[in-house]
């Protein structure tokens, strides 16, 4: 696994392009196995509970919405395998299990539920391939990387059947932290059981880009709550792809040019380093961002 995070590639973008190995370093190194189990049945009562919410909407609503009416029906069938899954979780588990927190989604019709599945379906494809570094046991390993394959199936048919996209970004999915998943997950997160042992993971500052945002444009980040005046500190912005990462200075005004050539499913995440993007060098997100390509590889606009 470790060969894998050191083949995490940067081109820094300034002045010059340079071409450099990155290793990650991340403060969740020390996870037990039960915490990354736990992990990940704290992933999947987050899915399992978002499904559920598919059930306020009708075929109709979907067709009406201009979405395939058999969509809701699939849909149904992701959110039993997350049912399954977390089961599965739970027996394992046993009466060290995590409960299910309470959850603010912000899906509010069908459009918006198939975007909120997209952002929820791309945490737990890089979550599942996160957590193996911390499975020992053979049989678990096993079924995470079981789970992880339906997950990416999952992802793979929200983007190619229901979005009329690209089923996949890159060869590879990125290998966030388990702090920075935890972020992107907290920001759907109202309240947890006081009975839950918390995970050993840090929960950053959130990262928000303007909506719409497309490659080549500069736009202003915010971040929330806001960190300490920079004073002379360059930052980095991170756009993460795969195994592959362009990283571009942010301005003093918080503007950055994001690179034309992003396409794909992008994990965005501001750093202090413009080597590092580990929990110690992390200063804000990832934000989820998606720069949806045709089949010949040319960008296009979806509408979710």
């Excluded at 089923?167 to 966030?176: E, G, H, I, R």
């Amino acid at each position: 696994m470790r060969a894998i995070f050191t083949f995490l590639v940067l081109v820094i973008l300034s002045s010059s392009v340079l071409s450099l190995p990155s290793e990650r370093r991340d403060d969740d190194s020390t996870l037990t196995e039960i915490q990354a189990l736990n992990f990940a049945l704290s992933l999947e009562h987050f899915q399992y509970y978002f499904y559920k919410r598919l059930y306020q909407y009708e075929p109709q609503d979907f067709s009406n919405a201009g979405l395939p009416p058999w969509s809701q029906g699939r849909y149904a069938q992701i959110s039993s395998h997350e049912l399954t899954h977390t089961q599965f979780l739970e027996n394992i588990l046993g009466d060290k299990a995590v409960q299910p927190c309470t959850y603010n989604f912000p899906d509010t019709d069908p459009r918006s539920f198939v975007k909120t599945s997209n952002i929820v379906e791309a945490i737990a494809t890089s979550t599942y391939a996160s957590l193996t570094k911390y499975i020992s046991d053979p049989d678990y390993v096993i079924s995470i990387s079981s789970i992880h394959s339906v997950e990416a199936k999952h992802s793979a048919w929200i983007n190619a059947d229901v979005r009329e996209g690209a089923a996949w970004s890159t060869a590879f999915d990125a290998p966030l932290s388990l702090s920075q998943l935890y972020t992107i997950m907290s920001a759907f997160i109202a309240s947890c059981p006081s009975s839950n042992s918390l995970p050993p993971v840090k929960i950053f500052p959130a990262l928000t880009f303007p909506s719409s945002v497309v490659p080549g444009q500069t736009v202003q980040v915010s971040l929330s709550p806001a960190t300490p005046k920079r004073d002379s500190q360059t930052l980095y912005a991170w756009f993460i792809s795969g195994f592959k990462a362009l990283v571009v200075p942010l301005n003093a005004d918080m503007t950055v040019t994001i690179p034309d050539t992003l396409q794909g499913f992008i994990f965005s995440v501001i750093t202090n380093d413009r080597e590092s993007v580990s929990d110690d060098a992390t200063v804000a997100g990832p934000a989820f961002l998606v720069f949806d390509y045709d089949y010949q590889g040319n960008d296009q606009s979806l509408p979710m």
